[in-house]
């Protein structure tokens, strides 16, 4: 298998929430054009984006053989020996297909859409790219505690994913031109959507694509991948659904009650669970299917076995096959939100705790093999002491002045055994 190809830049193609192209999630890096400056929905064609000069010389690229330097991080991660975003398939199919200059007739048929970063929660382990609530929150408080929003700043990848404009708000689907020209490239060319936002369920425009779709009688050819917080939904998905080919959500629920609510914040537990009901409802044999996606992190970690369980039961019969557990990603970052920072004592009487459920849990193969790997994880000591102590003083206080500012439960009454084990730990 070559070290370079990467289907991806034949089939797929990924809008980030800025509206800018990039290659593929895992790339951090926009599509530029000749002079340098990036593409943007608003002002330029999908079409334009897809045979652009970037994007024809990395083809050909691949096709050497080179190494492409935007594809970074899934080399790294093959080197380590996981796996990783990139797909090998058709290869021969593809190449064949390309000009010597690099550019296809093909069209993609797979695309990653993120709605912008309009959202309704304010969770944890995320940023105000992907929430443009977090800003808001942060400014907020930087207009009582100026000191606050400096040392965020300097701690920029430790308390909060940064991205240098706390107002950055992201709302280029709005603009009825582009929300129609993307419609209709979608319902013309691609078969397999994964829509992100933000919340998509919160934004019209979301909907308007179902209904533009289902005009132009499209959903039938269509697999639709939906990552939502379970907060929100529309009752028209109960026509809307069957009549795709098939339908994924990816549903993102942290923790059980309290734990959820505070994490993703100021979402309900009981509206979750009902939306998440609502979605069982329309499962069929043949399409619809529900992932469990938590983020695994330091405010969640000592309840993923009664979570599993929760979502295994609630799940019936069809767990298993329709309803089922993804890959229990840990949190990397902001740093303070990976459990790796934890004290020794603390991590041991978590993993404890889960060490009780293996035996449960190794009835489903893919579920134990995560699932043990969280408790390895646990036992294991990859960051040094100084790094961590100074990550749990970051952690205590970023979270201590985001739950004065929200007069709500605080971490410290949520997790007691964590709140002591902290203490003692930075003495």
Same mark, same amino acid.
């Given at each position: =298998?070559?070290?370079?190809?990467?289907? +991806?830049?034949?089939?797929?193609?990924?809008?980030? =929430?800025?509206?800018?192209?990039?290659f593929c999630c895992a790339t951090n890096d926009n599509i530029l054009d000749d002079k340098g400056n990036r593409f943007h929905i608003n002002n330029t064609s999908l079409d334009n984006v897809w045979n652009s000069n970037r994007v024809k010389q990395t083809r050909l690229k691949m096709m050497n053989s080179?190494?492409?330097?935007?594809?970074?991080?899934?080399? /790294?991660?093959?080197?380590?020996?996981?796996?990783? =975003?990139?797909?090998? @398939?058709?290869? /021969?199919?593809?190449?064949?297909?390309?000009?010597? @200059?690099?550019?296809?007739?093909? +069209?993609?048929?797979? =695309?990653?859409?993120?709605?912008?970063?309009?959202?309704?929660? +304010?969770?944890?382990?995320?940023?105000?790219?992907?929430s443009n609530q977090i800003g808001k929150e942060l400014l907020e408080i930087g207009q009582e505690d100026k000191n606050f929003i400096e040392w965020v700043v300097k701690e920029s990848g430790n308390v909060n994913n940064w991205t240098n404009s706390l107002s950055v708000e992201y709302s280029w689907f709005q603009n009825t031109k582009t929300k129609n020209k993307l419609n209709e490239f979608i319902s013309k060319n691609i078969e397999t959507l994964t829509v992100i936002g933000g919340e998509p369920t919160i934004i019209p425009e979301f909907y308007d694509l179902f209904e533009y779709c289902e005009k132009q009688d499209t959903l039938k050819n269509k697999h639709f991948t939906i990552v939502?917080?379970?907060?929100?939904?529309?009752p028209k998905m109960v026509q809307w659904l069957p009549k795709l080919k098939s339908w994924t959500i990816w549903a993102s629920i942290d923790g059980l009650n309290e734990r959820t609510e505070y994490i993703r914040y100021p979402s309900n537990f009981n509206k979750v669970e009902e939306n998440l009901k609502f979605y069982q409802s329309l499962v069929q044999e043949d399409k619809g299917f529900i992932m469990l996606s938590p983020a695994i992190q330091l405010l969640n970690i000592d309840q993923l @076995? /009664?979570?599993l369980e929760w979502y295994i039961d609630l799940s019936g019969d069809r767990f298993g096959k329709n309803m089922n557990i993804s890959w229990l990603a840990q949190v990397w970052y902001p740093r303070i939100c990976n459990y790796d920072i934890a004290p020794k004592d603390y991590r041991h009487q978590i993993a404890d705790k889960l060490e009780k459920k293996k035996e449960y849990f190794s009835q489903w193969k893919n579920i134990s093999t995560y699932y043990n790997s969280q408790i390895k994880n646990l036992r294991s000591n990859t960051i040094d002491i100084d790094t961590a102590t100074h990550l749990q003083k970051a952690f205590i206080k970023y979270n201590d002045r985001l739950d004065a500012h929200r007069k709500k439960l605080t971490w410290r009454k949520l997790l007691p055994e964590l709140e002591k084990s902290l203490t003692k730990s930075i003495k």
């Open positions: =298998m070559s070290k370079s190809y990467c289907s +991806k830049l034949w089939n797929h193609q990924y809008i980030h =929430m800025s509206g800018s192209f990039r080179e190494i492409v330097p935007e594809c970074v991080k899934c080399v /790294e991660q093959e080197s380590r020996g996981y796996a990783s =975003m990139r797909t090998t @398939d058709n290869k /021969e199919h593809f190449f064949s297909q390309t000009t010597s @200059d690099g550019s296809v007739s093909l +069209k993609p048929t797979t =695309m990653e859409l993120h709605y912008g970063n309009v959202c309704n929660l +304010k969770c944890r382990m995320c940023s105000q790219n992907y939502t917080n379970l907060t929100n939904t529309n @076995d /009664e979570l």
